[in-house]
């Protein structure tokens, strides 16, 4: 009987080779060929109507003609299938780690980036205030020159445009 249940089920023993679980506790406590066999003699002796979800189910599968085995965990058991997810779960998180790193270059660059262009703008803003400052002192200049020219007696203006009064 213990030969008929990896048959059944697909499995070989150098599946188990170098796991946690050995083949022969995987046949004693996950797939025990007896467990199977009690569980359909508890099906068939069951009230239809008083099955769960998953008696119902596997009560249709081996009810058929010829009896459908895909109920049956074939090439799959929970052992190695935990093995299986701590290997995806591991390569999810590299994946995960990866995109991180990613993102952290990203980031900098942008951060590079945006400070560059802070200096930039900080530069242009100081070439602005200094055209600026040498505007109005231009200007301040003009001023001082137009005040600095000889100022005429009351009345009187070197402008063409003004008409003099006579003395």
Same mark, same amino acid.
């Given at each position: 009987?213990?030969?008929?249940?990896?048959?059944?089920?697909?499995?070989?023993? &150098?599946?188990?080779?170098?796991?946690?679980?050995?083949?022969? #506790?995987?046949?004693?406590?996950?797939?025990?060929?007896?467990?199977?066999?009690?569980?359909?003699?508890?099906?068939?002796?069951?009230?239809?109507?008083?099955? +769960?979800?998953?008696?119902?189910? &596997?009560?249709?599968?081996?009810?058929?003609?010829?009896?459908?085995?895909?109920?049956?965990?074939?090439?799959?058991?929970?052992?190695?299938? +935990?093995? #299986?997810?701590?290997?995806?779960?591991?390569?999810?998180?590299?994946?995960?780690?990866?995109?991180?790193?990613?993102?952290?270059?990203? &980031?900098?660059?942008?951060?590079?980036?945006?400070? #560059?262009?802070?200096?930039?703008?900080?530069?242009?803003?100081?070439?602005?205030?200094?055209?600026?400052?040498?505007?109005?002192?231009?200007?301040?200049?003009?001023?001082?020159?137009?005040?600095? +020219?000889?100022?005429?007696?009351?009345?009187?203006?070197?402008?063409?445009? &003004?008409?003099?009064?006579?003395?």
């Amino acid at each position: 009987m213990a030969i008929l249940l990896p048959i059944m089920l697909g499995l070989e023993r &150098v599946k188990f080779e170098n796991k946690e679980v050995t083949f022969e #506790e995987h046949i004693k406590h996950e797939h025990s060929l007896w467990h199977y066999l009690f569980f359909i003699v508890y099906i068939k002796t069951k009230e239809s109507t008083e099955f +769960t979800g998953p008696e119902s189910y &596997v009560s249709d599968m081996i009810n058929t003609s010829p009896p459908d085995l895909e109920w049956f965990p074939r090439l799959r058991c929970m052992s190695l299938n +935990t093995e #299986e997810a701590e290997n995806t779960e591991q390569n999810e998180m590299k994946e995960l780690r990866d995109q991180l790193n990613d993102t952290n270059q990203v &980031v900098k660059q942008l951060s590079s980036q945006l400070s #560059e262009l802070r200096d930039r703008m900080m530069e242009h803003r100081k070439n602005q205030q200094r055209s600026y400052v040498q505007r109005i002192q231009q200007l301040g200049n003009l001023h001082n020159r137009t005040q600095s +020219t000889p100022q005429t007696a009351p009345g009187t203006s070197n402008s063409p445009f &003004v008409a003099q009064r006579p003395e």
